[in-house]
């Protein structure tokens, strides 16, 4: 390595703090245990998981009818995460599971009751980036196709994307 590109870390650095020099230099977080962050940028070159058309059964919406009777939710989501170990080992624990995933969205769509699907979506992406460590980000779009407008419409929809 030439002199241009050597690292210098203090001398009277311990090997915990040059370790943890060493990495903020690489651009990682400071430590093992700290929560890597990303931008909407660094997910456009992310490999991505989808889940496309998920159908849930629950009970949000602002009536207190849609509350009580419940209806059909669409999920779809894009997870961003590195797929290159998966794909080299054959084995899903260097994956995210996908039929976790959706027990997992299924589970939080009837667990929890919001008045609004903006709300439905937030909350859903922040419970998926809290379960999944390998998860860099998420997209999430979800439908409500019997939504009560009072006019024929196939859907209404929400879309985020959140990062870690």
């Known amino acids: 390595m030439g002199k241009k590109h050597q690292k210098h870390l203090p001398e009277k650095a311990t090997p915990a703090e040059?370790?943890?020099?060493?990495?903020?230099?690489?651009?990682?977080?400071?430590?093992?245990?700290?929560?890597?962050?990303?931008?909407?940028?660094?997910?456009?070159?992310?490999?991505?998981?989808?889940?496309?058309?998920?159908?849930?059964?629950a009970n949000h919406g602002v009536y207190p009818e849609e509350r009580a009777l419940g209806q059909k939710f669409v999920v779809s989501l894009t997870l961003y995460t590195s797929l290159r170990e998966a794909g080299r080992t054959d084995d899903l624990r260097s994956s995210i599971d996908y039929a976790k995933v959706c027990h997992r969205v299924d589970t939080f769509l009837c667990d929890h009751v919001y008045k609004l699907i903006e709300a439905v979506a937030e909350g859903l992406a922040d419970d998926l980036l809290a379960t999944f460590d390998t998860l860099m980000g998420v997209r999430v779009r979800l439908e409500k196709p019997w939504a009560p407008v009072g006019?024929?419409?196939?859907?209404?929809?929400?879309?985020?994307?959140?990062?870690?």
């Open 18 to 57: 040059g370790a943890e020099l060493a990495r903020r230099e690489a651009g990682l977080p400071a430590t093992r245990t700290a929560i890597a962050r990303w931008t909407p940028d660094d997910l456009s070159s992310a490999d991505k998981i989808h889940i496309d058309g998920l159908e849930v059964f």
């Open 151 to 164: 006019l024929p419409l196939r859907t209404v929809a929400v879309e985020i994307v959140r990062t870690r």
